[in-house]
């Protein structure tokens, strides 16, 4: 009987080393990136908020305001480290039946360091070929103490999101990070707008630039990268070309909603318990056992009792 426990104790003590270095080197840097699927919805809010109603031409003011984006992974677009994500944003003001406004993008970016890559039919609204850079909607996992560029939808380009400090949301630590986006023209063209509404004289169509102006804090988990609440300060304003003329068509402060910081927070607490367990707990505990069966394989040959002719 002892001569067939030694083996098996070895045995099994073999399938433990290996595979505890199989998950800390093999698996968990596989696991530890970005879904390749994924469907998240996130709904922001804001009170006393200004902007333009296309359908009346009034600008309304103290309304509350929400911005609901959903996002989903389109894994067939994606390859190997390489994923695809597709966001839609709708901006609306519920209580009146307004519809501020409809976004659409598309973002490629690699799995495991979340920076933003130009292919696989990326696009804003339906444009391609608008060049993407910085990271995205994915903050990469072990969040650093430092500076990223991230992408900003509305003037397609990558801004300094910059390290402010810790701060505990909920009990959990995390990294909050602040975004600050100068008045900018942003891209497109815009139809023309009476001068009366840029507080100028005569009705005539005056041509107009789109400007946006921004701030955005987020409040980042540094282990899994997954933002645990978002605040984002928008201005909006059409400028005349030529002349003072100016228009504010959104002035709002977006906050997430509660239930979606309870939400954020949860799978944040749950992913670093995951990740924890698969890039720590297992790996170790398949050491340890590993070892303690290795070495009682070593005392049971020892101790075997000699066969006797």
Not at 172 to 193: H, K, M, S
Not at 238 to 253: I, W
Not at 276 to 281: I, N
């Amino acid at each position: 009987m002892r001569r067939t426990i030694g083996p098996v104790l070895t045995g099994a003590a073999a399938f433990l080393l290996i595979t505890g270095a199989l998950l800390h080197f093999y698996v968990a840097p596989r696991m530890t990136r970005a879904p390749a699927n994924v469907y998240a919805v996130t709904t922001m809010r804001a009170e006393n908020a200004t902007y333009l109603d296309a359908s009346t031409a009034k600008v309304r003011t103290g309304a509350t305001v929400t911005s609901t984006t959903t996002v989903r992974g389109d894994p067939a677009a994606g390859h190997g480290r390489i994923a695809v994500w597709e966001s839609f944003t709708a901006t609306q003001d519920l209580a009146n039946d307004t519809t501020l406004s409809y976004a659409r993008d598309r973002i490629a970016f690699d799995r495991s360091s979340a920076q933003l890559v130009n292919c696989c039919d990326a696009s804003i609204d339906g444009h391609t070929g608008v060049p993407m850079s910085g990271i995205g909607k994915f903050w990469p996992m072990n969040v650093e103490k430092k500076t990223y560029m991230l992408f900003d939808i509305p003037t397609q380009r990558a801004w300094p999101v910059t390290y402010q400090g810790e701060e505990r949301v909920g009990g959990l630590r995390t990294y909050r990070f602040v975004q600050r986006v100068p008045d900018t023209i942003a891209p497109g063209e815009v139809p023309a707008v009476p001068a009366s509404m840029l507080g100028m004289k005569g009705n005539a169509p005056t041509p107009v630039q789109r400007h946006h102006q921004g701030e955005a804090t987020y409040w980042i988990d540094p282990r899994t990268g997954a933002p645990v609440n978002v605040r984002q300060k928008v201005h909006s304003t059409l400028v005349a070309k030529q002349g003072p003329g100016r228009l504010v068509v959104a002035d709002m402060d977006l906050r997430m909603t509660e239930d979606g910081r309870r939400k954020a927070l949860a799978q944040a607490k749950n992913g670093r318990w995951g990740l924890l367990a698969l890039t720590t707990l297992a790996p170790i505990a398949c050491l340890l056992l590993g070892l303690a069966l290795l070495a009682t394989a070593l005392i049971t040959a020892r101790t075997r009792t000699p066969h006797r002719h």
